[in-house]
Nanobody, 115 residues
Framework: QVQLVESGGGLVRPGGSLRLSCAASGTIFSSNYMAWFRQVSGKQRERVAAITSSGTANYADSVKGRFTISRDNANSSVYLQMNSLKPEDTAVYFC?????????WGQGTQVTISS
């Protein structure tokens, strides 16, 4: 059973930075696709950034130029570097991965941007 565990959330001021990490356990295989989603209470979960096993990344328009997704296949991890954070980035951030055609989600980590 694959488990995804996020870390790195917290409270930062507008303009600040955070780095989220997600570590996968329970598998020896590399995920073909890993992503970060976020969700605000009462709203749909939205994909923020995604990265393939070859390193091709794509981003939501709202975070382009501010967020960077990366992965470490050897350690089954994916990261999200978030810079120039805005209050509207406040959400619970979820790690997502596909292993052997099955989808997995982390438990989520709260990111709050406030002065």
């Amino acid at each position: 059973q694959v488990q995804l565990v996020e870390s790195g959330g917290g409270l930062v001021r507008p303009g600040g930075s955070l780095r989220l990490s997600c570590a996968a356990s329970g598998t020896i295989f590399s995920s073909n696709y890993m992503a970060w989603f976020r969700q605000v209470s009462g709203k749909q979960r939205e994909r923020v950034a995604a990265i393939t096993s070859s390193g091709t990344a794509n981003y939501a328009d709202s975070v382009k130029g501010r967020f960077t997704i990366s992965r470490d296949n050897a350690n089954s991890s994916v990261y999200l570097q978030m810079n120039s954070l805005k209050p509207e980035d406040t959400a619970v951030y979820f790690c997502y991965a596909i292993y052997s055609g099955l989808q997995y989600w982390g438990q989520g980590t709260q990111v709050t941007i406030s002065s």
